[in-house]
């Protein structure tokens, strides 16, 4: 099996490499990832300028890797048309370093990468976790749930949303399926105003978490230490 791995959170994170060594024992492994942090840029492509790709030898032995400056999406592009050999039997984003749940999954460009992907006929999963440095659920979790996912069929213009809780092992709950994305951001919007001449201010973000959600969301799943397993649709394609 051919797998394609794209984040956007940079090719040196963490969350990559756990996802990585994971593929590794499903197939054969291509890393084509931003060579900086591309987190919210969802679907967003280059249009003006240049982006350069270049070869890197990757931490885990047999992987092919690339760093790409551009977007995530970018990323996907570009391994199609330029890297891999053939098309790839199917693609993995992240491991994300924060949730995409709710309404982030809008803004995500984990989710985007999977988007690009099924736009050209690959089966997608994207993978989060939790903002923290604890994988030890992900790691525990991860192969198992990948090989479940895939042995299932989905339509060609879905992805999987695995969620994974940064809870020690003792606090996992479980997993529960079919979750669907929560209608209100995990972090609400919130700047801190600070004050300029001439009527002018800047805004730091430094968003709220949200602390409750509906049942049966993917939300509410992550905040009770369950790992969260659901579908994204593409309304475009058909």
Request: hydrophobic share 40%.
């Amino acid at each position: 099996m051919r797998i394609l791995v794209v984040n956007d959170d940079g090719i040196g994170a963490d969350g990559l490499r756990h996802l990585v060594q994971m593929a590794k024992e499903l197939g054969e492994v291509w890393v084509v990832a931003p060579n900086q942090q591309c987190s919210a840029m969802s679907h967003r492509i280059t249009v003006h300028g240049t982006i350069d790709v270049i070869k890197k030898d990757y931490l885990i032995d047999g992987v092919h890797a690339y760093a790409v400056g551009g977007t995530p999406a970018d990323c996907v592009k570009i391994g199609l048309r330029y890297l891999l050999p053939q098309k790839p039997d199917i693609f993995f984003s992240g491991i994300n370093y924060g949730y995409n749940v709710g309404l982030d999954i809008l803004y995500s460009g984990t989710v985007g990468a999977a988007m690009e992907a099924i736009v050209n006929g690959i089966p997608s999963i994207a993978f989060s976790k939790e903002m923290n440095d604890n994988y030890d659920v992900t790691d525990a979790y991860l192969l198992s749930i990948t090989k479940e996912l895939l042995s299932r069929s989905i339509q060609k213009n879905q992805i999987w949303n695995v969620n994974f809780p940064g809870c020690n092992m003792s606090e996992l709950r479980g997993i529960v399926e079919d979750r669907i994305p929560a209608q209100e951001q995990f972090y609400s919007d919130h700047y801190e105003r600070t004050e300029l001449k001439k009527d002018n201010f800047r805004l730091r973000a430094c968003g709220v978490k949200n602390e409750s959600a509906k049942e049966g969301t993917d939300m509410k799943a992550v905040l009770e230490n369950y790992i969260s397993i659901g579908k994204v649709d593409n309304h475009i394609l058909r």
